[in-house]
């Protein structure tokens, strides 16, 4: 079985810059051992699998799988999903993505690139005491505040850019947070050249820093969007390959808004074997 594979940069304000992501098509779902294979010797952030929906609500689904585990969001290979079929339909507005827990997606097009449709997921449970102090430690500075969302998503918020760009984090300590939980921390302050900046350490997905997150700012927005007092805001996440976006609170909804580059094409051979086990 030959797949088609697409490697585009999301959230990409040029060449070497932005989350690479692999999009790769399915005419069925194939085993989860499988794709995660696939996956794992991609060796990217993300590799997103879509196969045609079988009903009008949506175009595809949309599943998506980091080289250790299947994710149940993740923006910026939704985006660059949507910047492929895009791409390849000129004249379709948008595409809509069913995906297995975050609902439906949508990415259309914007005079600067594409915007991307995401739940609104607020970080809005204050931590502090033990979890502080060992969160302070794992990042080897002391936040202003840490909010959480569920086990998930912690949230440390600082108050200078340079305290998020000067971070050195043990990421064995960050494992340690949450034994067993597929943890994402996020450390953010008010930016420079944007209004927020960002970094997100992934340890648990087998991704130290990621590069861009899209599921970061769908955490994010709602607690910047009020820290504002308006809805929308420009972002950096100042990893070493960096990107911008554009964030608005929509009520329920986060719309993210960059753009997407393909930079590789080409096609994936499976041997029979390994479907068939």
């Given at each position: 079985?030959?797949?088609?594979?697409?490697?585009?940069?999301?959230?990409a304000?040029?060449?070497?810059?932005?989350?690479?992501?692999?999009?790769m098509?399915?005419?069925?779902?194939?085993?989860?051992?499988?794709?995660?294979?696939?996956?794992?010797?991609?060796?990217?952030?993300?590799?997103?699998?879509?196969?045609?929906?079988?009903?009008?609500?949506?175009?595809?689904?949309?599943?998506?799988?980091?080289?250790?585990?299947?994710?149940?969001?993740?923006?910026?290979?939704?985006?660059?999903?949507?910047?492929?079929?895009?791409?390849?339909?000129?004249?379709?507005?948008?595409?809509?993505?069913?995906?297995?827990?975050?609902?439906?997606?949508?990415?259309g097009?914007?005079?600067?690139?594409?915007?991307?449709?995401?739940?609104?997921?607020?970080?809005?449970?204050?931590?502090?005491?033990?979890?502080?102090?060992?969160?302070?430690?794992?990042?080897?500075?002391?936040?202003?505040?840490?909010?959480?969302?569920?086990?998930?998503?912690?949230?440390?918020?600082f108050d200078?850019?340079?305290?998020?760009?000067?971070?050195?984090?043990?990421?064995?300590?960050?494992?340690?947070?949450?034994?067993?939980?597929?943890?994402m921390l996020?450390?953010?302050?008010?930016?420079?050249?944007?209004?927020?900046?960002?970094?997100?350490?992934?340890?648990?997905?087998?991704?130290?820093?990621?590069?861009?997150?899209?599921?970061?700012?769908?955490?994010?927005?709602?607690?910047?969007?009020?820290?504002?007092?308006?809805?929308?805001?420009?972002?950096?996440?100042?990893?070493?390959?960096?990107?911008?976006?554009?964030?608005?609170?929509?009520?329920?909804r986060?719309?993210?808004?960059?753009?997407?580059?393909?930079?590789i094409?080409?096609?994936?051979?499976?041997?029979?074997?390994?479907?068939?086990?």
């Open positions: 079985m030959r797949i088609s594979l697409t490697q585009v940069d999301a959230f304000d040029g060449p070497f810059t932005g989350n690479p992501a692999a999009v098509f399915l005419e069925r779902w194939l085993p989860d051992a499988v794709l995660q294979g696939i996956a794992a010797d991609n060796n990217l952030s993300e590799t997103a699998f879509l196969v045609p929906a079988a009903d009008a609500a949506a175009d595809f689904e949309l599943r998506w799988f980091t080289p250790k585990l299947e994710v149940a969001l993740c923006g910026h290979a939704t985006l660059a999903s949507g910047h492929v079929v895009l791409e390849a339909l000129p004249d379709l507005p948008e595409v809509r993505f069913r995906t297995r827990q975050a609902g439906l997606l949508k990415v097009r914007s005079p600067n690139g594409l915007t991307l449709d995401l739940p609104a997921w607020p970080a809005e449970q204050a931590v502090g005491g033990a979890q502080l102090a060992a969160i302070t430690a794992a990042l080897g500075a002391t936040p202003a505040a840490v909010l959480a969302r569920g086990e998930e998503y912690l949230v440390a918020v200078l850019p340079d305290e998020v760009r000067g971070l050195r984090p043990d990421y064995d300590a960050i494992l340690a947070l949450a034994p067993g939980v597929d943890l996020i450390a953010t302050a008010p930016g420079e050249a944007t209004d927020v900046i960002s970094r997100v350490f992934v340890p648990a997905c087998g991704i130290d820093e990621d590069p861009v997150t899209g599921s970061a700012h769908a955490v994010i927005t709602p607690f910047w969007a009020s820290r504002f007092r308006r809805a929308g805001f420009s972002a950096e996440q100042a990893s070493a390959r960096g990107g911008r976006l554009h964030c608005t609170l929509a009520g329920d986060v719309i993210l808004a960059g753009r997407a580059r393909s930079v094409r080409g096609e994936y051979d499976l041997p029979d074997a390994a479907i068939s086990g």
